[in-house]
């Protein structure tokens, strides 16, 4: 599909971090975007308003009309939502959160993805700051609202996008770890423990959703991760790139 603005873009479930940053991302970009979610509270709902964003409470039909060129359905999203159901049964083009930012925004930036059971948050908003105030003017997604910033968003002129890289699904639809979709040139691994019991039945399965991730990171790439973890020290000799540890100990 064409992404040249302006198209009509509609997210459902819009007021989730990841989502309302995208939301953010597709305005800057020159698309009219409008939105809606059960629940529209503070702080995305002022964010979305501040951007002169639409934001409409609850989930109906009405709110695709005129119909949108492309709906974005959350992760929050499942089947039997009527806005969901009405793409799917009059064939509206659809896509999930990931797919829209690897679509709209990834093929021609360099690719920096930040992921980790913990610390993401706060690792994707060091680094944007740092790159920031180094002058790279980069493009970056955060899932939360850094402490004296208006957004987690930004649209930059850069070369780099930064990204913070979550195992959960992508959609009803697709099941794949969100941060399969960011075309990685260089990933970061603050650690891997268990998490999301909701669709991961053990440290097994996240573990190797997180080795998918790494066997995608191209030749010219670089791997980052902590060499304190053990699950991460066992996806190193897989990468198929250059490799940097950090560390408390001299093995790093």
């Known amino acids: 599909m064409t992404t040249a603005p302006p198209l009509h873009i509609h997210l459902i479930a819009i007021c989730g971090t990841g989502m309302g940053a995208l939301a953010v991302m597709l305005k800057a970009q020159g698309h009219h975007v409008t939105g809606s979610d059960k629940d529209v509270y503070p702080p995305m709902s002022t964010v979305l308003s501040e951007q002169n964003i639409p934001v409409y409470k609850g989930f109906t039909v ?3 009309a005129p119909q949108p060129d492309l709906v974005v359905i959350g992760n929050a999203v499942s089947r039997g939502n009527p806005e969901a159901e009405a793409v ?3 064939k ?4 999930s959160m990931p797919e829209t930012l690897k ?5 021609k930036k360099t690719s ?5 059971t913990h610390g993401k948050t706060t690792t994707t908003s060091m680094l944007a700051w740092v790159m920031e105030q180094a002058g790279f003017d980069p493009s970056y997604i955060i899932g939360g609202i850094p402490i004296g910033w208006a957004t987690g968003a930004k649209l930059g002129a850069g070369d780099v996008f930064i990204l913070e890289g979550d195992e959960y699904d992508s959609a009803f639809f697709d099941k794949r770890a969100k941060f399969l979709h960011y075309l990685p040139d260089i990933v970061i691994i603050n650690n891997i423990e268990f998490d999301h019991a909701d669709i991961y039945n053990n440290l097994d399965e996240i573990i190797l959703a997180f080795r998918r991730l790494v066997n995608i990171i191209p030749e010219n790439g670089l791997l980052i991760g902590s060499a304190d973890d053990e699950h991460i020290q066992a996806l190193m000799p897989g990468a198929p790139c250059t490799i940097q540890t950090f560390g408390e100990g001299s093995h790093a």
């Open 112 to 116: 920096i993805v930040v992921t980790g």
């Open 88 to 90: 799917l049964s009059r």
């Open 62 to 64: 009405a709110h695709l």
């Open 92 to 95: 509206i083009r659809y896509a």
């Open 103 to 107: 679509t709209f925004f990834l093929w």
